[in-house]
């Protein structure tokens, strides 16, 4: 049976609750695989797995309860190693740079930021700093709403504005938070997000990180920011490969 990889802690990383369960029906055993100084949270792996709301929050919840108690290199759902062995190789091929990693991250949690715009907001306010726009807006009004092609050009250019800001904002949030931070990811553009960026927070700072939040929804009130966390810091691990040089695991190579 193949081996289902959580993520990576040191071998002094404190002891695990024992009723703890994993991906699968019914619920893998957690297990604990040891290589030096570094340790592997891991269970059976599911025959055919796949990303179920029911697995990916036993994910979630492996990976919440160990970085609870200390750091942890998260994995991807859905990685794993064709054995125990396998597993044991990676650690010891790998030792130094996870070694590394782990350092470089305890301590540090990370918080999800997505910021959208509030659509009644955000064209007020691209009302108020376009003088083109009012002027356009006020000549429709007075001609009793406009002919068909002068509402179109006024939709096109409001349209415009809007898309010319969301970069803007984005980049408004990403300084408003990065003061706060150890680190900041920006994480791909999503469907109706215009800011998704991820940031490495000391976790005894986290209280700033969150008060650094408020005021940026205060300065910018025409934005809806939406904040997940504390979570591991899955945008910083910089894993690399999940298996020996010359081996192959058949699933994704690790966390980014």
Same mark, same amino acid.
């Given at each position: 049976?193949?081996?289902?990889?959580?993520?990576?802690?040191s071998a002094s990383h404190p002891a695990l609750p024992e009723d703890l369960s994993g991906v699968g029906d019914p619920p893998r055993e957690i297990r604990v695989l040891k290589a030096g100084e570094l340790a592997a949270i891991?269970?059976?792996?599911?025959?055919?797995?796949?990303?179920?709301?029911?697995?990916?929050?036993?994910?979630?919840?492996?990976?919440?309860?160990v970085g609870a108690a200390g750091c942890v290199l998260p994995m991807r759902f859905g990685n794993a190693a064709p054995d125990d062995d396998a597993v044991v190789a990676v650690l010891d091929e790998r030792a130094e740079h996870?070694?590394?990693?782990?350092?470089?991250?305890?301590?540090?949690?990370?918080?999800?930021?997505?910021?959208?715009?509030?659509?009644?907001?955000?064209?007020? &306010?691209?009302?108020?700093?376009?003088?083109?726009?009012?002027?356009?807006?006020?000549?429709?009004?007075?001609?009793?709403?406009?002919?068909?092609?002068?509402?179109? &050009?006024?939709?096109?250019?409001?349209?415009?504005?809007?898309?010319?800001?969301?970069?803007?904002?984005?980049? /408004?949030?990403?300084?408003?938070?990065?003061? /706060?931070?150890?680190?900041?990811?920006?994480?791909?553009?999503?469907?109706?997000?215009?800011?998704?960026?991820?940031?490495?927070?000391?976790?005894?700072?986290?209280?700033?990180?969150?008060?650094?939040?408020?005021?940026?929804?205060?300065?910018?009130?025409?934005?809806?920011?939406?904040?997940?966390?504390?979570?591991?810091?899955?945008?910083?691990?910089?894993?690399?490969?999940?298996?020996?040089?010359?081996? /192959?695991?058949?699933?994704?190579?690790?966390?980014?």
């Open positions: 049976m193949s081996t289902y990889v959580y993520g990576i802690v891991v269970s059976d792996a599911p025959e055919s797995l796949r990303p179920k709301r029911r697995d990916l929050l036993a994910h979630q919840n492996v990976l919440a309860e996870y070694g590394e990693r782990l350092r470089e991250l305890d301590g540090k949690v990370e918080y999800n930021v997505k910021g959208s715009h509030v659509e009644e907001a955000v064209l007020r &306010r691209v009302m108020s700093e376009n003088a083109e726009l009012r002027s356009l807006a006020e000549a429709n009004r007075k001609a009793g709403g406009g002919s068909y092609d002068d509402k179109i &050009r006024l939709g096109e250019l409001v349209a415009a504005a809007v898309q010319a800001r969301e970069a803007e904002d984005a980049a /408004a949030v990403v300084r408003a938070l990065e003061p /706060a931070a150890a680190a900041v990811s920006e994480g791909p553009q999503s469907t109706g997000w215009l800011v998704n960026a991820s940031f490495l927070v000391v976790r005894d700072r986290a209280e700033r990180f969150l008060a650094a939040v408020e005021q940026a929804r205060e300065d910018l009130p025409h934005l809806e920011l939406r904040v997940n966390g504390p979570l591991p810091p899955y945008s910083f691990v910089e894993l690399g490969p999940a298996e020996p040089a010359g081996t /192959a695991t058949g699933a994704d190579a690790g966390a980014e």
